[in-house]
């Protein structure tokens, strides 16, 4: 694997980048109320439907949940983008030995409470549409080695446009529970109670 070198000079200013570039191809992105819980670092399993659900969880990750944004890249991807590494990225490579060495790595950063960790559980892109979520047994295999605090979130993007000729996003956030507190089908359960009901929200969504 290949480990972050995340710096905060180069994290401030691609975040400045991320809300701009944002900004100009969304109509809005509206993050419903949520509050983490303090003192406890984030694992976020996100749903993946688009190239933009990294930045979007970036922006999360900063102006809503106050932490130190990581995110987990398949090898071939982050080796396309190394620079990311610089702003919290780092490697898994599935199939191979490292696999285990980016869990653990994954479990470390996850000690202290500054920090977050984007995850796609679904391991690949699947539909906006979808109304199941996958979470792949490595995502436990992650929690199951954390040793500090820390608070497992669900997060998911839902897009409408409704009058706009631009997309808008919806950031639905479910708290899962605590690392160490949760079995593996508890957290693929509560993923897809969560994920059925943000849809229901998504319908009476007000624009």
């Known amino acids: ?49 688009s190239w933009w659900d990294g930045f979007i969880a970036n922006w999360t990750a900063v102006y809503n949940l106050k932490r130190r944004y990581h995110v987990m890249m398949q090898q071939d991807q982050f080796l396309q983008r190394s620079y990311l590494r610089y702003i919290g990225a780092y490697s898994i490579k599935k199939g191979s030995r490292e696999l285990l060495e980016s869990l653990t790595y994954s479990a470390r950063l996850l000690d202290d409470a500054r920090n977050m960790i984007v995850i796609f559980p679904q391991g690949e892109l699947y539909s906006n549409h979808e109304t199941h979520i996958h979470v792949e047994k490595g995502v436990y295999k992650l929690i ?36 160490g507190e949760i079995t593996f089908e508890e957290l693929k359960q509560r993923i897809n109670d969560f994920h059925r009901q943000a849809l229901e929200n998504q319908k009476v969504m007000k624009h």
């Not at 109509?27 to 399993?45: C, D, N, Q, T, Y």
Request: charged share 20%; with cysteine; hydrophobic share 40%.
């Open 1 to 49: 694997m290949i480990p972050t070198r995340k710096k905060e000079f180069w994290s401030a200013v691609y975040i400045r980048y991320v809300r701009w570039w944002i900004s100009r191809n969304f109509k809005e992105v509206k993050i419903m109320p949520f509050e983490p819980r303090a003192g406890h670092s984030v694992l976020m399993l996100c749903n993946h439907f």
């Open 144 to 179: 199951e080695q954390i040793k500090g605090p820390c608070q497992v979130v669900y997060h998911c993007i839902l897009i409408d446009y409704f009058e706009s000729l631009k997309p808008r996003a919806y950031i639905h956030q479910f708290d899962c529970g605590l690392a």
